[in-house]
């Protein structure tokens, strides 16, 4: 096996999902305390990547699930997503509830709605894997898939790191449930935007 190619596998990898770690520390933050979120996130994230993955591959064999002027719409998820965690957290505020009072009625994040956001923020990462997999062959092509399936529990731990040391915990706890709907929103505008979505 080329170790440069795995060298290379993995700074592609970290190029494109570094946003990834800050997303996943959020999800991270909002699970815990509950029985079996962690689980959920990491499948959550396994799932969002392994779509993107497939969707790269067939794509680099010449077949395409989605086409190129879709890619950009894939911001409406987190968006989405987005709008629906601000409105629980404003309603929360208003009520004068706990601010995770419905995460912790449903046990945090579910693995859908993590694999929906990975999948859309990824979707720009597929027209970067797609001509480097194509030119790659089939065995490159594996050495990328296994590479980029061990760095994404890496960054499920790095998230989880991150969400679990004391002063960043604190501040999640505190603004974790103001932050990830502006970061959720925040990334669906950049994709509808970047993408030229609905003439933007």
């Known amino acids: 096996m080329n170790v440069g190619i ?3 596998a993995a700074g592609l990898f970290a190029v494109t999902n570094i946003d990834d770690i800050v997303i996943l520390a959020l999800f991270f933050a909002q699970g815990a305390g509950h029985r079996g979120a962690t689980s959920r996130i990491i499948l959550g994230q396994y799932l969002g990547f392994a779509a ?3 969707v790269a591959i067939a794509a680099a064999f010449g077949a395409t699930f989605l086409p190129e002027p879709v890619i950009p719409y894939l911001g409406l998820l987190p968006l989405a997503l987005g709008l629906k965690a601000g409105r629980q957290a404003w309603r929360d505020h208003v009520n004068g509830e706990d601010a995770g009072n419905e995460q912790a009625a449903t046990g945090g994040p579910k693995a859908l709605e993590v694999a929906a956001v990975t999948f859309a923020n990824g979707g720009d990462n597929i027209g970067v894997y797609v001509p480097v997999f194509a030119t790659a062959g089939i065995g490159g092509m594996s050495v990328y898939a296994v590479v980029f399936l061990v760095l994404v529990a890496v960054w ?3 998230g989880r790191f991150f969400a679990t040391r ?12 103001i932050l990830l709907p502006i970061v959720l929103i925040g990334i ?3 994709i509808l935007v970047q993408g030229g979505a609905f003439g933007l």
């Open 188 to 190: 669906g505008l950049l």
């Open 52 to 54: 993107i993955l497939v």
């Open 156 to 158: 499920c731990l790095a």
């Open 166 to 177: 004391p002063v960043i915990a604190k501040a999640l706890s505190r603004w974790g449930h």
């Open 6 to 8: 795995i060298g290379q």
